[in-house]
């Protein structure tokens, strides 16, 4: 390749991994798909949207509030989470609070908090969590897909002698707060607030110091969830106003830096729509046997051109979306693990094509390359949101020619990892 000149002007800020560790939304006018996720299950089938848009019939925004309601038939049900996992980190609380309006909470069955769950069945793997079914409050946790049992003399019900003085009504709005000790043992504190309550009252308690044989959860990195179910064919109905997740403290994401670079450059890099896959990053659906909750955030890369060209990076859902030379679907055995991460790649090695039939909506960042320069793409500014990468997602950039066959190298890239 040609010698080439280092452009830095693609950002005004250095690389940083420092992040506090909150998730905040006040529902106004819409639901962002760069915080929330929703999975749909219909007669037993699960639909994941990327996008809430897309899911409008059963989450919308009206009024400033979110509203839920449970698909048409009985067992359907919904869960709306936070497309990253809240982080875990040891010798922190976490607290998760809402402000709630249970619009069927006579006969309904909804569900708060946090939880992990398989996203072919909604099935819960880690959980803690507040339910209303049919009128009867309780806390819910569940370790490695069982729910646990508490201590024999001890009720996960909420019991109505916790809720006097209260004057709580359902159906009005209420604040509902989780609090929980963690460092992966300890005590869970639910809250809730009444007409009569000047701030939240404890309403239960899971007792998980000296109390339990195990963890309380397998993995406290947990996503954010509201959950509503079809219960003997009524549609739960729930409204909200606001989901805030924090720990107990303001300390610094704590991440591992993860380095990557192109065994070869890339040639013939045609045109659009074309084009050719450069590099591939995926964060498995599961790592070391369990529920991978090690979110990724992409940093920067330093690609090179020998001619006019286009890189452009996807967030892409599947693996669906690559194909190998011939139009054969890629398979897990086309992936290589990196060393001491969760983290698998692809480089152009492997001679991948990239399927672009429906992969422009994946689109988040690209860049336009001089011939002959390298050019550096980082991060958003820490003012913006970044880009992390949650389990089952794929980084993957994308070479454009402009408008002839290029070479293209990814010479540098870099990937945090939470662990």
Same mark, same amino acid.
């Given at each position: 390749?040609?010698?080439?000149?280092?452009?830095?002007?693609?950002?005004?800020?250095?690389?940083?991994?420092?992040?506090?560790?909150?998730?905040?939304?006040?529902?106004?006018?819409?639901?962002?798909?760069?915080?929330?996720?929703?999975?749909?299950?219909?007669?037993?089938?699960?639909?994941?949207?990327?996008?809430?848009?897309?899911?409008?019939?059963?989450?919308?925004?009206?009024?400033?509030?979110?509203?839920?309601?449970?698909?048409?038939?009985?067992?359907?049900?919904?869960?709306?989470?936070?497309?990253?996992?809240?982080?875990?980190?040891?010798?922190?609380?976490?607290?998760?609070?809402?402000?709630?309006?249970?619009?069927?909470?006579?006969?309904?069955?909804?569900?708060?908090?946090?939880?992990?769950?398989?996203?072919?069945?909604?099935?819960?793997?880690?959980?803690?969590?507040?339910?209303?079914?049919?009128?009867?409050?309780?806390?819910?946790?569940?370790?490695?897909?069982?729910?646990?049992?508490?201590?024999?003399?001890?009720?996960?019900?909420?019991?109505?002698?916790?809720?006097?003085?209260?004057?709580?009504?359902?159906?009005?709005?209420?604040?509902?707060?989780?609090?929980?000790?963690?460092?992966?043992?300890?005590?869970?504190?639910?809250?809730?607030?009444?007409?009569?309550?000047?701030?939240?009252?404890?309403?239960?308690?899971?007792?998980?110091?000296?109390?339990?044989?195990?963890?309380?959860?397998?993995?406290?990195?947990?996503?954010?969830?509201?959950?509503?179910?079809?219960?003997?064919?009524?549609?739960?109905?729930?409204?909200?106003?606001?989901?805030?997740?924090?720990?107990?403290?303001?300390?610094?994401?704590?991440?591992?830096?993860?380095?990557?670079?192109?065994? /070869?450059?890339? %040639?013939? +890099?045609?045109?659009? *729509?074309?084009? &050719?896959? $450069?590099?591939?990053?995926?964060?498995?659906?599961?790592?070391?046997?369990?529920?991978?909750?090690?979110?990724?955030?992409?940093?920067?890369?330093?690609?090179?051109?020998?001619?006019?060209?286009?890189?452009?990076?996807?967030?892409?859902?599947?693996?669906?979306?690559?194909?190998?030379?011939?139009?054969?679907?890629?398979?897990?055995?086309?992936?290589?693990?990196?060393?001491?991460?969760?983290?698998?790649?692809?480089?152009?090695?492997?001679?991948?094509?990239?399927?672009?039939?429906?992969?422009?909506?994946?689109?988040?960042?690209?860049?336009?390359?001089? /011939?002959?320069? %390298?050019? +550096?793409?980082?991060? *958003?500014?820490? &003012?913006? $949101?970044?880009?992390?990468?949650?389990?089952?997602?794929?980084?993957?950039?994308?070479?454009?020619?402009?408008?002839?066959?290029?070479?293209?190298?990814?010479?540098?890239?870099?990937?945090?990892?939470?662990?």
């Amino acid at each position: 390749m040609p010698e080439k000149t280092l452009d830095r002007s693609a950002f005004d800020e250095p690389m940083s991994t420092k992040k506090k560790l909150r998730i905040s939304c006040s529902f106004r006018d819409a639901l962002p798909k760069s915080i929330f996720h929703v999975a749909v299950k219909i007669n037993g089938n699960v639909t994941v949207y990327d996008d809430p848009e897309d899911a409008t019939a059963y989450a919308s925004i009206v009024g400033g509030e979110l509203v839920l309601i449970a698909p048409p038939n009985p067992g359907d049900e919904i869960i709306l989470y936070t497309r990253e996992h809240s982080p875990f980190l040891p010798d922190v609380g976490k607290r998760i609070s809402t402000s709630m309006f249970y619009d069927t909470y006579a006969n309904g069955d909804h569900e708060f908090g946090l939880v992990n769950f398989d996203d072919t069945t909604l099935n819960f793997y880690d959980a803690i969590t507040f339910r209303l079914l049919q009128g009867q409050a309780s806390g819910r946790i569940f370790s490695k897909g069982s729910e646990k049992v508490w201590p024999e003399n001890m009720s996960n019900v909420v019991t109505q002698e916790s809720l006097n003085g209260l004057g709580v009504t359902w159906n009005l709005g209420h604040l509902l707060d989780i609090q929980a000790q963690l460092r992966k043992v300890g005590n869970i504190y639910y809250f809730l607030s009444g007409k009569n309550a000047e701030r939240p009252k404890e309403v239960l308690q899971y007792p998980g110091l000296n109390n339990q044989a195990n963890v309380t959860v397998s993995s406290p990195s947990l996503h954010g969830c509201f959950i509503v179910r079809n219960v003997g064919g009524v549609r739960s109905q729930l409204r909200a106003g606001c989901l805030a997740i924090a720990n107990e403290s303001d300390d610094d994401d704590v991440q591992i830096k993860v380095n990557f670079s192109s065994a /070869a450059p890339v %040639t013939n +890099v045609v045109a659009a *729509p074309t084009g &050719k896959l $450069l590099f591939a990053v995926k964060v498995p659906y599961t790592y070391k046997n369990i529920l991978n909750t090690r979110d990724s955030q992409f940093y920067e890369v330093l690609v090179s051109s020998d001619k006019k060209a286009k890189i452009i990076f996807y967030r892409l859902p599947n693996q669906s979306f690559l194909l190998k030379a011939g139009g054969y679907p890629i398979e897990d055995t086309d992936w290589t693990v990196k060393s001491g991460t969760s983290l698998q790649y692809i480089d152009n090695s492997t001679d991948l094509v990239v399927s672009l039939g429906s992969i422009a909506q994946y689109e988040f960042r690209g860049s336009n390359i001089l /011939a002959n320069e %390298t050019r +550096v793409i980082t991060m *958003p500014s820490p &003012k913006e $949101l970044p880009e992390y990468f949650i389990h089952g997602e794929i980084w993957a950039a994308v070479g454009y020619g402009d408008p002839a066959a290029a070479t293209m190298d990814i010479e540098s890239l870099t990937f945090g990892e939470r662990i």
